[in-house]
Every structure is written in structure tokens, then in C-alpha cells.
């Protein structure tokens, strides 16, 4: 399952909308049913599974991120919200806190992806 479909910031602001939403829609797809097992391999310690998951699950939240703020005057998602969240993950992935990472991936980030999710699909 790809995780995150590349774009630069100025591809994303000459995306039309739609076509935006449909990406982020089908990202958090991806995201949301690829994050068992992302949590899986935290939680086992699984260290090739955590290399191949992580990178482009980081890159994939930042173009999330980027394409939901140059939204958020439709989308109404303040993704502000989730800076504190994002920091403590890289921190957890920094020093080597599998069970943090796992945790925040599964009790904070996936319900906020449904939730983001939801809020896109609504607006297609």
C-alpha cells in the first residue's frame, strides 16, 4: 500500500480542489488501513517494518498537513492542532519509544484521520 502520493508545495496549490480532496480522501485511506499494521510493528519491535512504514508515513503527514491548510478555509480542519501531537511522535521515533510511537499512532493520530477523513469525503 503507498502511503503518500508525492507532491511539492506548488503542485498542491495548482491541484484543483477536487482533485485535492480526492487525494487526501484516498491518502487517509491508505493511512487509516495500513495503520495496523504500523502499530504492529512498534509494538513487536519489528525493525525493518518500522524502517519501511516510517519514512513514508512522516513525508505522507506532511503533505497531509500542507494540503489540508491550504484547505482549511473549506475543510474548517485545524490541523494547529495536531503540531503538539506530530512533535511528540518524532520525539517518540527519536529516542526509540516503541510503545509511545504505537500508542500515539493508534489512540491519537488514527482517530483523528477518521475524523479528517469524514470531514474530506463530506465536501466531495
Known amino acids: 500500500t503507498t502511503l503518500f502520493r508525492s507532491y511539492n508545495g506548488d503542485e498542491i ?8 480532496f480526492e487525494s487526501l ?8 488501513d495500513t495503520m495496523p499494521f504500523i502499530v504492529s510493528a512498534y509494538r513487536n519491535v519489528d525493525k525493518p517494518k518500522m524502517n ?3 519514512v513514508p508515513l512522516i513525508d505522507g503527514m506532511k503533505w497531509m498537513n500542507e494540503a489540508i491548510s491550504v484547505t482549511s478555509n473549506k475543510t474548517n480542519i485545524n490541523i494547529a492542532d495536531t503540531v ?30 477518521k475524523e479528517y477523513k469524514k470531514t474530506i469525503d463530506n465536501l466531495l
Request: hydrophobic share 35%; charged share 30%; proline share 2%.
Open 52 to 54: 519501511e512504514y516510517t
Open 13 to 20: 496549490m495548482q491541484t484543483n480542489e477536487k482533485d485535492l
Open 84 to 113: 503538539d501531537l506530530y512533535c511528540e511522535f518524532l520525539e517518540s521515533i527519536e529516542s526509540e519509544d516503541t510503545t509511545l510511537t504505537a500508542d500515539l499512532l493508534e489512540f491519537e493520530f488514527l482517530p483523528k484521520f
Open 25 to 32: 480522501s484516498d491518502y487517509l485511506q491508505n493511512v487509516i
